[in-house]
């Protein structure tokens, strides 16, 4: 009778422990995943979400080491004038030129007119300017984005490097502006985090 009970016993012992779940209990799911880390901030200018004002019709780019708003401001100017800093900086448009693109390939619009401009930067401050993230853009009267063009023909060059205290630089940038849309244009000129964008308001003639 022991060795049959002892039988039984061992019988019940291995079919309870199969490892199955019970009928009333889900089984557990565990997840060996990690959160994904944050993306780290990149050095290179991103288009910045804050709110833009008349003075200020396109939004600062976000510079690296710049989360501070600009203190050095300036009111806007015409087209023919220069926009002008308490720290003795100022911008002008020293040139503008129009053409029609030639250029065949890929990407080229040939036949697309555009418009050049050439823009100075004096730096009359005690300070050299880093120009290195200089954005330039141009809004028609309907305050759409004028497309930048890159086309040989047009011979651009935009700002770089560093501009030391009493010295200047020029740069040209080309956008896509027929004749009838070149009477009522913005331009903004974006050169540094320091400084307010300096905003021009007229004609290209």
């Not at 019970?22 to 089984?27: R, T």
């Not at 220069?82 to 030639?102: H, N, Q």
């Not at 027929?178 to 308001?201: K, Q």
């Amino acid at each position: 009778m022991s060795i049959a009970a002892l039988a039984l016993c061992v019988s019940l012992v291995a079919c309870s422990g199969t490892g199955e779940p019970s009928s009333g209990a889900d089984p557990t799911v565990t997840s060996s995943a990690t959160p994904a880390p944050e993306p780290s901030a990149s050095s290179a200018p991103s288009a910045n979400s804050g709110a833009t004002t008349p003075d200020e019709p396109v939004a600062k780019i976000e510079r690296a080491g710049h989360s501070d708003a600009p203190t050095v401001k300036a009111d806007p100017a015409d087209t023919s004038d220069a926009v002008s800093y308490d720290d003795g900086v100022s911008v002008r448009i020293d040139d503008v030129s129009f053409g029609k693109e030639t250029s065949q390939g890929p990407g080229s619009f040939p036949g697309r007119e555009y418009a050049r401009l050439t823009i100075t930067i004096d730096n009359g401050s005690s300070d050299s300017i880093d120009l290195g993230t200089s954005v330039l853009t141009v809004l028609d009267a309907s305050g759409a984005t004028a497309v930048r063009v890159y086309a040989a023909e047009a011979e651009v060059t935009d700002f770089a490097g560093t501009v030391a205290a009493g010295k200047s630089a020029t740069a040209t940038y080309a956008f896509a502006l027929p004749v009838d849309a070149r009477d009522e244009v913005t331009v903004v000129v974006d050169f540094d985090g320091d400084h307010t964008s300096a905003v021009f308001r007229g004609g290209l003639g």
